[in-house]
């Protein structure tokens, strides 16, 4: 019994300075009320520091509240409080410690307190460890997100201090790795921070590099001779090789090492300035028209001493000779540089593997664009020996019909819906006219074909333009494809395009089911196997042709569709790739959706690697690609996958 | 003994005289030399019309006579303009830049011209050095010789790896239509060393030539296509006739036969597709100082198959042909979009032609193709047979 006796004392005791301090924020205030009232950034941190110290719970309330310039003060005894409105233009007073309202009062006996941008700033930083462990985890994210803005030595501790109370697993990794983040750049002892570094190895993040780098900063600094062991040299440059000499010789310059170069413009004025009766130093002005009748007249003029003289490039060689240049760390301690640089290394390495997946994602992605733009005009071009020059303008009407679509249905998902059958139905009957029309008179005549469709498709292009205008229409995705899947900060990938992989790996699956397992596909690969045999079989060619036509118009409309997505609808969007899509299906080979399958992911590889190598360039990536398709052309001349037999016949 | 040229082709001679005549007819007419009654830009245009008129022969010989559908030739022509641009615009800006230098205290060391030149011809792309391609640009002659030799080499090579692996018919045609559209792209950039997508310009300003009106310059040019026009006419009924013409002709009609019959047809496809090339380099040379800019839009792929619609509405496998096709299109179609023909009110819309025009070219085009395959000079030839039978 006495036991427990005890115990509850002790308890007691234990509690009561909390019950004390909690009654007590108002003097804690009182104590520095002359500095909360006239806050300044300088003076505001030891206050900040007594109020968060005390660890009283309406601490935080407060600094919210003072942070929002929600703090008002009695003018008659300075004591602080927060308001709400109340009736008859009055002010409720709220009690600071403990929440309980404490009267009216009229709003001209107070003093609303606002202070300046700065000082709210250093509030907000002191809040952060009230919000680091606030029970909301929208604002425990919110408080980390601006640690990770704006890092400081001071959250360390707080943010190792917030990490144990964490229940969130994400949030708790999260906090984890800026308390690592931090530590590299914070931390107190080499060890620690040297453990900071390394466990970073291997990791693609942004923030591992950018925390990282900053230890690796170096300047080129000049030396007598070689550089003591207590500075941290990353390298040493040798000039003309690591450094260019000028640059070298303007650090020793700098540094008061050697005597400044006279820089051109300064020996041209001095000869202007010298110039006597039309001569300079004995020489005819109209005589220095060359570099080397100036250099004469200068050296003329310095022997005289009336100009600095000139520092000849013997000079500046010994100068350079007499120095050490290196490169050196502004970290002064070498086992973190070493860390450092290790990890770096290690990361890149991974990074490098990483940008690969990347890279292969947005060549799979541009070939699936490509497969689709071209396999339409694969079937045609395989089954009847047409180029079809309108085959961009059917892209466009796919695009166009989508926009229109959009136009009825405000609803995005259901507008792609009803969007991609009718793109495929209004290019098909298009084709089916154009093959009726035009094409059919001209079997045979491959070279006119080409010719004849060219002009069908600029007619298309300036209806298009005459209709809808030169500006781009936008053809606006659901809200579900917005967005990019992550999976790292290297490699992410926009849902866009995953949506168009899909579509082309759908087209591919159905083309396939078609051409193979139907009597339809039956007939058409006859015909283009040999037309007359086919007909003689009772298959009617110039139904298949037509419906071959169709088909592949329609799949350039739903073409048009995907690329209007991403793309701006213009009456141009189809011609833009109408050229790539004739690569993709030479490359690959006539006649076979293989070909085309092949044909698009070598293209659009190639074109993201070249691009990967010349970022900035994209237009001379694309020269390249083509350069490199003619020359592909040479060894290959029909193609990856060339038809054999008869069906290759010319 | 073998007949002469004129005898074999008496539409020579019948060109000649009639491009004669309208040449003296337009210089009397000119501002420039004569009564005033025909303005400088018209004679420009003119100008301009008989360089295109030039490069259509090309283009007819290479794809009438040959049966090489290239989708190319513009960029030749383009090549051309270039080449010539590059010494009008580095000598004007060199006069320029010596007048603007010889205000100074000290006269101009060529260092400092030749950098002036650089950021004054290159500050649009943000650089000021004068790239390696522009070492010959201070000499006319040289960069005459350039206008034959940079696209007749990019023919030759790009026909000889063409033409060795047997890439014909629309293989072939596609494959050129990837060079042109390469070339153009790669002009584009602005670090290729031709002033990326400003391309040239003040080519209309003959250095030297400053105190000439335009109104003589552009009479004297005119003359000067009117000339390479009926050279280019000459060589070309030249080329085609005699057993050379003979053999590119049947290369055309059957490939394969003329081959197992020994003739090296890669060979002749190969010369002929060089000889066009240079020919349609020295059209664009004449043609882009009297238009004063040229830009990479220029060489897009589709002034090429431009090309081969006028060669085609014009009707190939004659040179009148093309002549007739590029001058009639090429004027047609500045008369249109030039927006002087009249709209037509159909009550609920109006046809406006700077818009419709496009249309009506695209659409004759096909009703061309289909009906009429031998083109405008198709139709003139039925008519004089018929004169002859009667």
Known sequence: MPRIFYLLIAVVIALAPAYAQDADLNSLLETHQAKIEKPSRRTIGPVLDALVASQLPGVAVFLEKWREKDLWQRKADG????????????????????????????????????????????????????????????????????????PDASHLSILRAAIESETDPAIKARKERLQRLLTIQFGSDQ???????????????????????????????????????DVNVARLLVPGSDIETEAA??????????????????????????????????????????????????????????????VTKEEQRAALADHVFAEVYAEPDQVLTTAARETLANISGTVGFYQFVDLALDGLSLASIYFLAA?????????????????????????????????????????????????????????????????????????????????????????AKNIFGTQARPLTSPSWLDGAWVLNDVVSISYIRIAIFVLALAFLGLLLFVLNKTRLGLEVRAVTQNPRMASSMGINPDRINMLTFGLGSGIAGIAGVAIGLFA??????????????????????????????????????????????????????????????????QFRPKGIIALKGRAAGD | MERSLFARQPSVLIFIALLAVFTIVMVILSEGFGLGLVSTSTIKILGKTLCLCLVAIAMDLVWGYCGILSLGHFAFFGLGGYMIGMWL??????????????????????????????????????????????????????????????????????????????????????LTQAMTLALSLYLFQNDSGLRGNNGLSGLQNIPGLTEVPQSVVSVWFFLASALALGLGYVVAAWVVSGKFGNVIR???????????????????????????????????????????????????????????????????????????????????????????????PLGFYTVNWVDWWQ????????????????????????????????
């Not at chain 1, 453990?195 to 230890?215: K, M, Q």
């Not at chain 1, 926009?403 to 792609?416: D, E, G, H």
């Not at chain 1, 690697?609 to 360039?617: C, G, K, L, R």
């Open chain 2, 89 to 174: 615009m580095y000598e004007r800006t060199k006069d320029i830049v010596i007048a603007s230098l010889a205000g100074g205290e000290l006269p101009p060391t060529s260092e400092e011209v030749r950098e002036a030149i650089g950021s004054q011809i290159f500050g649009v792309v943000g650089g000021s050095d004068i790239p390696a391609i522009w070492y010959f640009a201070d000499s006319l002659y040289a960069q005459l010789a350039l206008v034959v030799l940079v696209p007749g080499l990019l023919a030759l090579v790009f026909g000889w790896l063409a033409f060795r692996s047997r890439v014909t018919g629309v293989y072939l045609s596609i």
């Open chain 1, 191 to 229: 060890q620690t921070r040297v453990a900071a570094i390394e466990s970073f190895a291997g990791d693609p993040g942004v923030d591992a590099r950018a925390a990282l780098n900053p230890l690796l900063s170096t300047s080129v600094a000049v030396f007598n001779e070689k550089p003591d062991e």
């Open chain 1, 375 to 463: 396999i339409g005009l694969a079937i045609t071009f395989g089954v009847m020996g047409v180029i079809n020059m309108a085959h961009g303008e059917f892209i466009m009407i796919g695009a166009y019909t989508g926009y229109v679509v959009q136009q009825y249905i405000p609803n995005y998902t259901v507008s792609i819906i009803v969007a991609l059958p009718l793109a495929f139905a209004v290019a098909f009957l298009a084709g089916v006219a154009l093959e009726r029309l035009v094409i059919r008179y001209l079997a045979h005549r491959p070279l006119e074909t080409l010719l004849a469709t060219f002009g069908v498709s600029i007619a298309l292009q300036q209806i």
């Open chain 1, 249 to 310: 010789y303007q650090l020793l310059v700098d540094a008061g090492k050697a005597r400044p170069i006279v820089p051109l413009d300064a020996r041209k004025a001095a000869l202007v300035e010298n110039i006597e009766n039309g001569m300079v130093a004995g020489i005819p002005v109209a005589e220095l028209v060359t570099q080397s009748a100036r250099d004469r007249a200068y050296l003329a003029l310095a022997a005289d001493g009336t100009v600095p003289p000139l």
């Open chain 1, 79 to 150: 004591r602080f409080f927060f308001v709400e409105k109340a009736d008859g233009g009055q002010l409720m007073l709220i009690d600071v410690g403990s929440g309980a309202e404490a009267g009216l009062a009229d709003k001209k006996d107070l003093k609303n307190l606002k202070p300046n941008s700065g000082v709210r700033g250093v509030i907000a930083g002191a809040l952060v460890q009230f919000q680091l462990s606030d029970p909301d985890p929208e604002r425990r994210l919110q408080a980390l997100t601006a640690l990770e803005r704006d």
């Open chain 2, 359 to 390: 249309v009506l070219l695209g659409l004759g085009f096909v009703l061309v193709t289909l009906f009429a395959p031998k083109g405008i000079g198709g139709l003139f030839d039925r008519l004089v047979r018929k004169d002859a039978a009667s």
């Open chain 1, 568 to 633: 701006k609808v213009t009456s141009e969007l189809g011609s833009g790739y109408i050229v790539q899509s004739f690569m993709t299906v030479v490359v690959g080979g006539v006649g076979n959706i293989w070909g085309t399958l092949a044909g698009a992911g070598m293209i659009g590889s190639l074109q993201k690697v070249i691009e990967f190598f010349n970022p900035s360039n994209t237009l001379a990536a694309q020269t390249y690609m083509i350069i490199f398709i003619i020359i592909f052309i």
């Open chain 2, 250 to 344: 049947a290369i055309r009609d059957d490939e394969a036969r003329i081959r197992f019959m020994g003739y090296p047809v890669e060979a002749y496809k190969l010369v002929v597709f060089t000889l066009t090339a240079v020919i349609a380099a020295i059209a664009g040379a004449l043609y882009y100082p009297q238009a004063g800019i040229i830009n990479p839009a220029e060489i897009a792929p589709i002034a090429s198959i431009y090309l081969a619609v006028w060669v085609a509405i014009g009707g190939r496998g004659r040179l009148y042909g093309a002549v007739i096709g590029a001058a009639t299109v090429s004027l047609l179609s500045s008369w249109f979009t030039g927006g002087q023909v009249p709209s037509i």
